[in-house]
């Protein structure tokens, strides 16, 4: 298991936005830090109330959001408009190119929010977009699909051979992931802090496991934990 301490993350500061950047983004270039698999991008952004990311496109790439605190409000050329909000999960596919905007969708309270981008197992897809929510109950103290290649278990839709699992966790509350044989895992603390293998991870912590075997994830403080399950 090698750890990712959120102080070695990239960090850039605009103002209106606070971003952390666990990999290479922007103007944050580490060659030692491109990505782990097919999972590319996670940046823990903060915006300020009423500011955002004017339209801007992307293509080939699958785009997931994933809401800690406040309400993101998003546009897409496709004609989708929502507010994300914690305990959602949206799913944008790029594809052959989309155009998008993500604002704060608040004029008093910031909004925190994971952006996550998976490299597609293919190039040239229709654009497409999904949103589901995915209430408290249904990830407290255990490890609920939120995003598979299947879409299995009410999850959204990538398309990557890959399963992304969250789990809100009391203090002393453990929860148990299987990485499966020939495939690898890599954990995200959100908010609040964990034990894993004995090392304590907080929040903006990481760790890369690349080993099969069973993997114990226990709060040390109420935390908010993303697992990904990657070929």
């Keep these: 298991m090698i750890i990712r301490r959120s102080s070695e993350r990239g960090h850039a500061d605009h103002g209106w936005l606070r971003s952390f950047h666990t990999f290479s983004f922007a103007g944050y270039y580490d060659p030692a830090h491109m990505g782990f698999g097919a999972l590319r991008v996670i940046n823990e952004d903060r915006v300020q ?13 699958e785009i997931i959001s994933y809401v800690l605190d406040g309400g993101l409000e998003h546009r897409d050329s496709m004609g989708n ?7 959602d999960v949206q799913r944008m596919s790029a594809g052959t190119g989309v155009t998008h905007s993500e604002f704060n969708a608040s004029r008093s309270e910031l909004v925190h929010f994971l952006q996550i981008w998976i490299v597609p197992d293919r190039r040239g897809i229709a654009p497409s977009y999904e949103q589901k929510a995915f209430p408290e109950a249904e990830r407290r103290g255990k490890l609920r699909l939120v995003a598979s290649r299947d879409g299995r278990a009410g999850s959204v839709l990538v398309h990557q051979d890959m399963n ?6 009391g203090a002393g509350e453990p929860v148990r992931y299987e990485v499966p044989a020939a495939r690898r895992a890599w954990i995200h603390v959100a908010r609040g802090s964990v034990e894993i293998g004995g090392a304590r991870l907080d929040a903006g912590d990481a760790a890369a496991v690349s080993e099969a075997g069973a993997l114990d994830i226990v709060g040390k ?7 990904f399950d990657l070929a």
């Design 164 to 169: 992304l699992y969250a789990s809100l966790l």
């Design 49 to 61: 109330p009423g500011k955002g990311f004017g339209t801007h496109p992307h293509r080939d790439m």
């Design 221 to 227: 403080d109420p935390a908010e934990v993303l697992v």
């Design 81 to 87: 408009g929502s507010v994300i909000r914690p305990g």
